[in-house]
């Protein structure tokens, strides 16, 4: 069928857009099922390529919005589905897209109550930002089935002992489970890599949130500069990081139940919770923009996180880091992750 329709519409796969396009029927089954459909369930899609998933998808009674960067597989998908009315394409790069936006143009007001689901065989150029695009989202989606090169799957499902940056980063958010192994065979034209189908099973609230976490960006800090060098113990990549006296940081790790000498590797989601608790009055947090001090929210800070004008501090004293002064979510690390 993907060669009928490539030679119908005289199109030919462009690598830098990520097109490997799904050719193998029993992998597109294994989607479908870990996606568990109900009638009218709505799909966000990103990149509905030649249009065998989301053909599928509508099939399944789910009413999908279609988000695809390519102008020529707009016209393609808009042509070929037209019989499916409950299928939206939408031209649009997805990380452009705010989902609640895409859910209010194309659904009736009724409907965005409901919650939605995000399928995809995704681009894997962009698979950390499409992450962060969804999970950090409000609304996010109830669950996330996506296709995702192999090693970076296998990161983000991954258990104490060989945890990543990007693995603390989607379990906050998600419970994560690699569905299937698929072969770079399963695709045209076959990626050098293979790939997994993984299923995110998407909290409506973070557990860590529920258990205490209120400072969901200071938070992430303390887990960047715990990531900052993996290979070192945590003594060490948090003093260095943080820019702080190691016999402090070894006092303030042993307060929150953790052992110096491990590796931010081995360390449980609740233990960077005990960690930033410990952690967190060392990092700056700004205080509110001030009417009357506009240009205090740029400044730099002390120790308490107050900002002063003018001057410079250093982490241990509460130095401002960048991203890490008004953002309320954390972004998923952008470079944690390899590309094809
Ligand atoms: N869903 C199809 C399939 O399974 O055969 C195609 C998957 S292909 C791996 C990735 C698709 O994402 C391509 O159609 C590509 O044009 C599209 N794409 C790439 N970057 C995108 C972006 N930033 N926003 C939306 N779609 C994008």
Redesign the pocket.
Known sequence: MYRQLLRQFDFKPKKR??????VDEAVLERILSAAELSPGDIVIE?????G??TEALAKQGARVIG????VK?VALLKKRLAGFPDVKIVHA???KAAPWQLLQDNLPACDLVRGYKVI????YY?TSPVLSHFLEAQPRPSKMVVMVQKEVGEAIAAAPGKMRLLSVKTQFYSRPAIVSYVPAASFYPPPKVDSVVLRLDVYSQPPLVKSGVSDVAGFFDIVMHGFSAPRKQLRNSLAHSLEMPPGQVVSLLEKAGIEPKRRAETLRLEEWRELWKVFAPFLCRPEPFTSGHPERSEGSCDAQGKLREGEECSPAQGKLREGSRDSSVARLPQNDIRGE
């Open positions: 857009l990520g097109q490997h396009f799904l990103i990149g509905p390529g030649l065998i998933l988000v695809e960067l390519d597989l790069d997805v990380l995809a065989n995704l681009p962009i």
